[in-house]
């Protein structure tokens, strides 16, 4: 698996995209993307940094293979090591089921409802994981 960098927000609007978002809700951001074979399988975007205290995540795969060790080292890493957080934050909506599970595996709690919080009137869980939770830094 390789990890790579956005360039002008090419990723970013490419997660965007495949979340049916519009891009202007981004502001400042760090992408990385995850490439396997010259194909782009998903792309992080971490964004509404708050120095020291959280990042938020946005996440959109096309294909399961992009969760590997070595991936979520690295993820992990950039939120708690480089940018200093004790806090990761993310969205799932209600009907994302297989996200859902996902997070909760890598040791998110849910935190909260945000009830018809999507445009579709769908709610959305909020879910964190703090620095001393982690069981994935290098």
Known sequence: ????????????????QGLGENFDWVGD?????FVQNNRLLGALIFHNLRS???VWWTIYTVDK???TLSV???IFMVAF???KCRRISLLVSRSNVKCLSLVKRLGFKIEGCLRQ???NGEDAFI????NNECKWSL
Not at 29 to 33: A, F, K
Not at 127 to 130: C, P, T
């Open 117 to 119: 919080y999507r445009d």
């Open 1 to 16: 698996m390789q990890i790579i960098q956005d360039e002008n927000n090419v990723l970013a609007k490419w997660v965007c």
């Open 127 to 130: 879910l964190s994981m703090l």
């Open 65 to 67: 293979h992009w969760c």
């Open 81 to 83: 090591d480089v940018l």
């Open 29 to 33: 951001n760090y992408t990385i993307g």
């Open 72 to 74: 979520l080292k690295y």
């Open 52 to 54: 020291k205290c959280e």
